[in-house]
T-cell receptor
Framework: KQEVTQIPAALSVPEGENLVLNCSFT??????LQWFRQDPGKGLTSLLL?????REQTSGRLNASLDKSSGRSTLYIAASQPGDSATYLC?????????FGTGTKLQVIP | DTEVTQTPKHLVMGMTNKKSLKCEQH?????MYWYKQKAKKPPELMFV???????INESVPSRFSPECPNSSLLNLHLHALQPEDSALYLC??????????????FGPGTRLTVL
């Protein structure tokens, strides 16, 4: 069974800190890796998409990397802000299905 | 327009009711998805439509009945639901069918409560 896990499950940091969220997957048959943000009770907002042929993608203060050989992706958030507080989900894209990770709940304290 | 819309935003229904959830996108995407998300859990895939045909049914109970009347619309018909079906129901779409190389876009979800 494909599994996608995220560590840590929860993270609390002071404003301004740089942080890294981790995503691990067990099946190397990957088309892409997508990072989402979800606010409480809301839908998912796509943050970054890394194709299997790519190593990383950047958008503003966010940088995501992908290492297929080790089955890992990381999301780096620079200079965190209280508005970054949300749950972050990674999702491994297969041929037809997307498998979501367990999520990291981030709280940025002013 | 990179928006997926869902209606209603909230729905409360009894176990004997029949209701429908609606999802719409105008991005020309030909793959559409229904997910169920319980509190503090990741979304779970329910159905996948590719070019208006059902391509994946993740062993979802028959009280959930999907329908894709055209390339822009996706419905989820609900009948005789159970209280444990209460959840956030998310719709998503992806371009050029179910190719794994494309980005998935999500709607805001419908919060369903079954009494």
């Amino acid at each position: 069974k494909q599994e996608v896990t995220q560590i840590p499950a929860a993270l609390s940091v002071p404003e301004g800190e740089n942080l890294v969220l981790n995503c691990s997957f067990t099946d190397s048959a990957i088309y892409n890796l997508q990072w989402f943000r979800q606010d409480p009770g809301k839908g998912l907002t796509s943050l970054l998409l890394i194709q299997s042929s790519q190593r990383e993608q950047t958008s503003g203060r966010l940088n995501a990397s992908l290492d297929k050989s080790s089955g890992r992706s990381t999301l780096y958030i620079a200079a965190s802000q209280p508005g970054d507080s949300a749950t972050y989900l990674c999702a491994k894209g297969g041929y037809q299905k997307v498998t979501f990770g367990t999520g990291t709940k981030l709280q940025v304290i002013p | 327009d990179t928006e997926v819309t869902q209606t209603p935003k909230h729905l409360v229904m009894g176990m004997t009711n029949k209701k429908s959830l609606k999802c719409e996108q105008h991005m020309g995407h030909r793959a559409m998805y229904w997910y169920k998300q319980k509190a503090k859990k990741p979304p779970e895939l329910m159905f996948v439509y590719s070019y208006e045909k059902l391509s994946i049914n993740e062993s979802v109970p028959s009280r959930f009945s999907p329908e894709c009347p055209n390339s822009s619309l996706l419905n989820l018909h609900l009948h005789a639901l159970q209280p444990e079906d209460s959840a956030l129901y998310l719709c998503a779409s992806k371009s050029t069918g179910t190719s794994g190389y494309n980005e998935q876009f999500f709607g805001p979800g419908t919060r369903l409560t079954v009494l």
